[in-house]
């Protein structure tokens, strides 16, 4: 519990200057950006996603449940007009069992775009290239990870999103029709 | 029923017996020596009498000789006269002894001797009738040598016969009265011998049944008095005993009694401070109750107060809630600004101006969001301020409503303390004065027991006294039953 007593009465004030101060800084160069990630969490793990291969991101997606066995797939929602399934990223990172609903979805940019449910959201970093390294932890790291982005605060696996959604239309079929392994 | 007779009884009846043996040793005493007396007068009345007249019949046959004689040689008549009267004086004699004579041998004696006298009385008168005659004295004398010689020698002999034979009955007489004498002097020395040995013997028997009931009358006396020592012994002890205790008693009721004073005067002073506390109850029961409106006062400013937090709660609930949404609506813009940011990723180099508007608006609303995670903490601080504080409010509220019916309680208290102290002085004040009256009790006590001291005093005195009257009076059972069996007690 905080307590009352201990609450900064300069606090409206440093947040009204900073709020004032962000309007008032130049915007940084268009240029000089990098290439940008969402930061996420799902399950365990702290991962990463490149936003170009995201279509949308979504909070509160209303999930209906399938009949499956698959316990990755989550169901089917409505995002943006269509009916795309939902899977759950952690489980598909991790394989294990999906333990709570995911409060955030990412829709893929792909042909066939598949909503990834995953926990929470971090936030959207930027790095330079040349930061952006091979996994060295191959045969140990989720298949899906073929990258790690290293960040000020330590490295981060990117998840190629790019390569679930191709594995997942694999899985499923050109119908849709899930398949059963 | 002789056992039960007295000692005097005993002796008096020994005494009688004693009297009675010599009672009946007298008479048989006087009765013998009537029986010899009698027989001695017999011998000497009869015997001695018959003895004598014979003699004197031979004196008066003696002297007729004579005066014959003389008539023959004289033949004066005094000699004549003699004879007759000598003859007269033996018929006399023999008249006497013929009545006095008892045996036929003597009776036959005596008539042989009248009938020698007669005899010789006729030839004494034939002879001097012949002197008287004639002249001649030789004659005469001749034939007095003749005819009288003879049948005066038949007459001496007949009388002597007479006297022998009566001289013989004085000798028998005599030794019958000897004989009579000797055995009543035999009876009389059994019946005296019967008669003591009666007396000895009924002496024995008295001393004997005496001696053993007074030894054992004198033992039980001896055991009684020892007994009585013994217990005058005891009580003597057990009189000093108790004059001791009445010593020690005393001493104690002497401390009771300054105890008992004690306790009057510490009950008149609880009784005074018991007065005094119950002063102090009241101001406190009135105090009690002032604090206890004081409380109820409080309460409902707690309560008021409690009600106001509650508010505030729910204020900052609502806020919390506003706060939510507007956290949504932030969390909902920065979802917009990273889609914004996708599209402008996917649009190009065209969308690069409209990516960095983008992400101008993400960094909005990830500052709307911090800052609305800032307002909430300090919203939730709050509530957690205010919860506590309604808490804390609830607990003084049901502090204060403890308080209240404690205090209800502590007033009811103090109305039964207040009740109790009353009691208390008036039972205080009982007791001050029950004390007082033990006291004075106690004071009539230590007279009493004084007194008794001082009868106990007198009561070992006396038991000492006892006691040496039991010691005198064993002594004196000891020097009895030591006259009684001197070989017995030591």
Known sequence: MRDAAAIDPDLPRALREAFDRSFAAPRAAPAARGVDFLAIRAGRSACAVRLKSLKSVVKGVAV??????????????????????????????????????????????????????????????????????????????????????????????????????????????PSGAERQE | MARSWTFGRKVACGFAVVVALAVVTGVVAVVALLGVVAQKDRVIAVNAANLIDAERLHGAVANKVSGTRGFLLSGASAFAEEVKSSRKEALDLLAALSGRVESERSRRLLSEVARAE?????????????????????????????????SREEMERCLGEFVAHEEALLVDGRRSS??????????????????????????????????????????????????????????????????????????????????????????????????????????????????????????????????????????????????????????????????????????????????????????LADRVANSTKEVRALIDGIRSSVNATVMATEGGSKAADAGARQFGEVTTSFNRIAQLVGTTTEAAREIELSTKQQASAVEQVNVAIANVAQATKETEASSTQTLQTASQLAGLSRELARLIHPDVVA
């Not at chain 1, 990755?72 to 399934?85: F, M, Q, R």
């Open chain 2, 178 to 363: 000897s004989e009579s004498a000797s055995t009543a002097i035999a009876l009389e020395l059994a019946v005296t011998a019967g008669a003591l040995l009666a007396a000895v013997l009924l002496a024995f028997v008295i001393t004997r049944g005496l001696g053993r009931q007074i030894g054992s009358a004198v033992q039980h006396v001896q055991n009684s008095s020892v007994e009585c020592q013994a217990a005058a012994n005891q009580q003597a002890a057990g009189a000093r005993a108790q004059a001791s205790s009445m010593t020690e008693i005393a001493t104690t009721i002497s401390e009771l009694l300054v105890t008992s004073r004690q306790i009057a005067d510490s009950s008149q002073r609880v009784a005074h401070i018991a007065g005094e506390t119950s002063g102090a109850a009241g101001e406190g029961e009135r105090m009690m109750r002032l604090a206890r409106e004081s409380m109820g006062s409080i309460k409902s400013q707690v309560d008021l107060t409690v009600s106001h937090m509650l508010e505030l709660g729910r204020t900052s609930q609502q806020i919390g809630s506003v706060l939510d949404l507007i956290t949504e609506m932030a969390d909902q813009t920065n979802i917009l600004a990273i889609n914004a940011t996708i599209e402008a990723a996917g649009a190009g180099d065209a969308g690069s101006r409209f990516a960095v508007v983008a992400d101008e608006i993400r960094k």
């Open chain 1, 64 to 173: 209906s449940p399938l009949p499956t066995r698959r316990e990755a797939l989550l169901g089917v929602a409505s995002v943006g007009g269509g009916v795309v399934p939902v899977y759950a990223l952690a489980a598909l990172l991790d394989g294990g069992p999906v333990a709570h609903p995911p409060s955030f979805a990412l829709v893929t940019a792909g042909a066939c775009p598949v909503a990834l449910a995953f926990d929470s959201l971090d936030g959207i970093f930027s790095v330079a290239p040349r930061d952006i390294r091979p996994s060295a932890q191959k045969g140990r790291a989720p298949r899906y990870v073929l990258e790690v982005a290293e960040t000020e605060v330590g490295a981060r696996p990117v998840v190629d999103v790019a390569r679930v959604e191709q594995e997942l239309l694999l899985r499923r079929g």
């Open chain 2, 118 to 150: 007669a005899a010789h009385q006729a030839v004494v008168e034939r002879v001097m009738s012949e002197r008287a005659a004639s002249a001649d004295s030789e004659a005469a004398l001749a034939r007095f040598v003749e005819e009288l010689t003879p």
